[in-house]
């Protein structure tokens, strides 16, 4: 809200009223219309192919960009009046300053605003955790952080922040949000989702959305088209390696896979992404009925389909469902892509020139392509590109502002999630000797993860300037305190796998006899898709070792995770003192763990996913089965190291009771008030859950399910009455005809020790 407001000063101050639209002027549809019935087969097909920025720059002999980074005139030419093309997508290989931007965009837009051009290119870039390939950007957590907060409006500002930057940098299209759902641990990109839950994930999601699009109907110069991704069941790879085969049940594709995504379409989302993978052996690309059928038909989806990476190649390549290029690229165009990420060159020219002669010899419809254009059309006049392509970058005076880093830090502040915390190990005593040590003590990439200046977020020397690690956060925060650093471990990468090595082990060794306690900072190389695949979750023994000499040596241990997918810790958790979970807080997790490890901040985030306690079994907190037979050391197999939705504070609020307001037991329909109070001296933050268990039902129901959550802060002694309200969708489920149905029978409400009944006399179908 707060930023809103700002953005509305802002539009006084350069001198727009709040409620005009300040220089978008968009042609109506029938503009459009008149468009695409002048445009010629080459041009229409154009507007599907979507190039990547390396296509169209300068490079020196070797083929490497040359910087500062610039486009070739002659390639964008080509590129333009030859081929048409319609959308440019991503950076070269590492973070821009605004500046080269600009004359990127200006660069780019210039023949259409010569005249030379009927049509705005669109430009998309990965700015999935803030502008992460802008200099100077504001760098908030990871989704999977995000998600951690349980706290939507940290999501939405998150999102316009982010729609922000990138219009500043002339970029008004974000590949994101992730609505893929992470209950694959293993899977390289777990960090990129909102966790395992669709209703957190699809809450937070859908806040998201809404952050980068804004709420109007048209999308203004400070926010973005959002893209959902990856359309669907990219995240359940079988065997946990990036782009494998994925086997979803019908039944749980409709329950967990696509309510963000429905949600988020409903929300008026413009673009959606595609999975590169297969599920139950279709490919994605290719999938008809998903992408033309549900989508489209069904949701009523309006904006575009683009592809993923190189997939209508895949298509041929990969997966082999199409004999030729050729084919491959009438396959996935007819299934439902408009836009095809192709993205090099010269497969972009292969791709323009087989789709115009698919077009022609009729294996292509007309309609089909005119479809795919209108989409595309479409997005681009809801963003103003038709009128104002280029953004007038002075007008974003707060990019990178102080305001947007302390929302990232807040964000960062309310993920971080305390997992355990023995005899008062923390808050730090400024009066311990305090060893820093361990891979991530001092290591920002390990702070943000990839997608972070650079694809793969490893190399150092684009680091956002002046950002503090969490060594020196620490002592920034603690300034009179004993704190000192040691490695111990690193990490580096080894015939393309992460490996480890102790660094000066000796010093480390010798550094814990003179200390109290011993901070010790694990987790992983920043690493995403094929890269990012990994054997084995077990944290590296070598980081595990630095927690077993501290213990060995008597001392006390603060573990913190800096984690892009929950890593097997359940030989060492006895060692550890605390347990801190970071997940990938962006620039500012150093100062937020500071803050919350002194004792200045208290925790307030939530596991979105249940943490596996042991690397063959993975396992979620909704599983099937009794309530009574789940409780860990029993023989159901539900056992994790932490459940979904756990978290620990200094100061916990508590839940007094709940009482129905409101039921109808003919209709499905409830209201609950939820008491909650803060007995502490201090102000608090604290999530509050309201799980659903269905006791009897034609499928073996969850042994409880999340159907809606608040998060609330409360004064030093308040007490809060909370409202949730619920129609009987909360109750419905697949049934074993496979339909929807809130099935008849008793329901139990769940939101901490408390618990009601609700008793549904029939049967209600969707
Ligand atoms: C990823 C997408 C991303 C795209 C463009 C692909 O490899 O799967 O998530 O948006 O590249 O960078």
Redo the contacts with the bound molecule.
Sequence with gaps: MKFLSSLAVLAVLLGFKSSEKPYFTAPNNADIETLISQMSIEEKVGQTCQI?LDAIHKTNEKGEALIPEEIDKAKLKEALETYHVGSV??VGWHTLSLSEWKSIMTDIHAPYLQKEQNVPILY???A?HGVNYTVGGTLFPQEIGLAATWNTELARQMGEVTAYECRASGIPWN??P?LDLGRQPLWS?HF?TLGEDPVLGTQMGVALVEGYQGKGENVDQYHAAA?L??FVG?SASFTGRD?TPAFIPEKYMQELYFPAFKAAVEKGALTL?IN?GVVNGIPGHSNYNLLTKTLKQDWGFKGFVVS???DFIMLHTVHRTAPSLSEAAIQAFNAGVDMS?V?SNPQYKTYCQEMVKAVKEGKISMERLDDAVRRILYVKNQLGLFTNPLPQFDQYPLFGSEQFKKMAKQAALESITLLKNDTQTLPLNSSQRILVAGPGAASLNMLNGAWTHT?QGLDTSFNTKGVLNIYQALRQQMPYSNISYAKGVELFMENDFEASRFVDINSYKKALKKNDLIVICVGELPS??KPGDIHSLQLDDKQKELVRLAKAAKKKVVLVLLEARPRIINDIEPLCDAIVQAYLPGDQGGLALAELLSGKADFSGRLPYTYPRYDGVIEFYDHPGSVARAKSGQFTAYNPQWDFGFGLSYHAGSINGMQFTAKDENKGTFSLAINVSNPHAQTIQMVVPVYLSDLYASTTPENKRLIDFNKVTLRPGENKTLEFSFDAHSLKRISADGKWRAEKGTFEIICEGNKLTFELFGDLMF
């Design positions: 990547t997508l991503n998309g870039i990965d999935i590949f994101s992730v990109r990129e893209c991704k990856h990219y782009r992404m590169s993923d990476w190189e990420m993205p694809w995403t898709e």
